[in-house]
């Protein structure tokens, strides 16, 4: 079941994006920070719950760019590890993306990054229907890649 996320959330997501291995410390703390902001009522954001069993599994963090018209952003998807394989990650991008046109959404971008590591991030999307719109080379680090990815939501 996905469910808009509650303040007693948020505990369990920055645990379950710690767990996935693939954020970083300040990205953790950041995402701490963008959730009290968000349940505080601060932003134009949405931010869904996969709940199974009683537990969050997985969730999504999706906002409007500021100055763009209509463009959204994915900010975070995580699943948890012992379920990752089972399609829940591209049922929270579809209900992301639904919630996007929803609000009148007409383009949704997501960044990652180029590293090897990130390979199966990289066709996750890719298989989701987007398109690598731009590699800015070094831009994490050196030898560590930003890649975006872009889909259409309206015509």
Do not use: N
Not at 95 to 118: D, K
Request: hydrophobic share 35%; proline share 3%; net charge negative.
């Amino acid at each position: 079941m996905i469910r808009p996320a509650t303040p007693a959330d948020a505990d369990r997501l920055a645990e379950l994006t710690a767990s996935t291995g693939f954020f970083q410390p300040h990205e953790i703390d950041a995402l701490d920070g963008v959730l009290g902001a968000y349940f505080e009522g601060d932003t134009g954001h949405a931010c869904y719950a996969s709940e199974s069993d009683g537990k969050i599994d997985g969730y999504v963090y999706v906002g409007e760019a500021d100055m763009a018209d209509r463009t959204w952003y994915i900010w975070w998807i995580a699943v948890d590890p012992s379920t990752q394989g089972r399609g829940l990650g591209r049922e929270l991008l579809a209900f992301a993306e639904g919630e996007a046109r929803r609000r009148g959404g007409r383009v949704m971008f997501v960044e990652t990054s180029g590293t090897p590591a990130y390979e199966a991030t990289r066709r996750f999307y890719l298989k989701a229907g987007y398109d690598r719109e731009a590699v800015l080379r070094d831009y994490y680090r050196d030898g560590d890649d930003l890649v975006i990815f872009r889909k259409r939501l309206a015509d």
